[in-house]
């Protein structure tokens, strides 16, 4: 399994959450943490979620952390390709 691709988010409502874009096979799931000792929750992610997890995993690749099938998947926002 590969490693998560995590960043920090604050959220208005929710305060300072730790987010995880996480691959198992060919699906694709975001996680959120909202403090250190919290459950992790299964989420929907916006816009702003997508771009970041595109733009993380993007720079992962280049620095060979990240498979282009990994790749794949999450520039197709978890859908079949």
């Not at 595109?54 to 990994?70: C, I, M, P, T």
Request: aromatic share 12%.
């Amino acid at each position: 399994m590969p490693r998560a691709i995590g960043w920090n988010k604050r959220d208005p409502e929710l305060g300072k959450l730790k987010i995880e874009a996480r691959i198992f096979g060919n699906k694709l799931t975001f996680h959120r943490q909202a403090g250190r000792f919290e459950q992790w929750e299964e989420f929907t992610p916006d816009e702003e979620d997508w771009d970041t997890v595109n733009e993380l995993a993007e720079n992962k690749f280049q620095r060979g952390k990240v498979q282009a099938q990994h790749l794949k998947i999450i520039q197709a926002r978890g859908r079949k390709f």
